[in-house]
């Protein structure tokens, strides 16, 4: 039943990425995409959320996240997972750079907060944030016994990711469509992931 689930997840996950990218390649989903700006514009950004928001993107930017699995490296008993954090985020980064110099989309013009270089689809922040942290919400899951510690922690890097998202789109650096593009193909990725690495790692470890 859960083999069917996550294939059914998966399926949908799938369908929806090619649905945005043959979109994309049509130039039809701009309009949707400048929909979801002007509201953004128009009800959040200010000057005061604007330090906010730099600082929850930067939860998801490269750096971070570098740090924070070395630091998880260092510190996990299990060396094995320190070790497949690390795997994770390096095949999540390396792929986002691939698909980025495939479909090579321009950054938004003109919305800019922030400098960002490179390709636009899909968001980096977002795809490899949703996949660190992804990894990371599935291991406290699976490791943390405590109900009420282990969803506090789940809810918390749930709600991080999306809001790293959103500051994405916040930030002018990315569409809508980049955001949402970066989650389902992370949300993808996990699923086979977790499956190839829990079957052969973490169910003996």
């Known amino acids: 039943m859960k083999k069917n689930y996550k294939v059914i997840v998966l399926l949908?996950?799938?369908?929806?990425?090619?649905?945005?990218?043959?979109?994309?390649?049509?130039?039809?989903?701009?309009?949707?995409?400048?929909?979801?700006?002007?509201?953004i514009e128009k009800h959040f950004i200010s000057d005061y959320s604007l330090p906010i928001v730099k600082f929850i993107t930067n939860l998801g930017s490269a750096t971070f996240v570098?740090?924070?699995?070395?630091?998880?490296?260092?510190?996990?008993?299990?060396?094995?997972?320190?070790l497949l954090i690390c795997l994770n985020l390096t095949i999540s980064g390396a792929l986002n750079q691939i698909l980025k110099a495939i479909v090579q989309?321009?950054?938004?013009?003109?919305?800019?907060?922030?400098?960002?270089?490179g390709y636009s689809f899909p968001s980096g922040h977002s795809m490899v944030s949703a996949a660190f942290y992804g990894f990371l919400i599935y291991l406290v899951y699976k490791n943390i016994k405590n109900k009420y510690i282990k969803y506090t922690i789940i809810i918390i890097l749930t709600l991080l990711v999306l809001c790293?998202?959103?500051?994405?789109?916040?930030?002018?650096?990315?569409?809508?469509?980049?955001?949402?593009?970066?989650?389902?193909?992370?949300?993808?990725?996990?699923?086979?992931?977790?499956?190839?690495v829990n079957k052969k790692f973490l169910q003996k470890n």
Do not use: W
């Not at 570098?66 to 320190?82: C, F």
């Not at 789109?169 to 190839?196: K, M, N, R, T």
């Open 12 to 39: 949908i996950c799938l369908i929806a990425i090619l649905a945005i990218v043959i979109d994309l390649f049509q130039k039809e989903i701009i309009v949707k995409d400048m929909m979801v700006y002007n509201f």
């Open 66 to 82: 570098i740090i924070t699995s070395i630091i998880l490296l260092v510190i996990i008993k299990s060396k094995i997972i320190g």
């Open 105 to 117: 989309r321009p950054r938004p013009i003109g919305y800019k907060l922030i400098e960002e270089n």
């Open 164 to 196: 790293i998202g959103v500051s994405r789109i916040y930030l002018g650096v990315h569409y809508a469509s980049d955001v949402l593009a970066g989650f389902l193909i992370s949300i993808s990725y996990l699923i086979v992931f977790i499956s190839i």
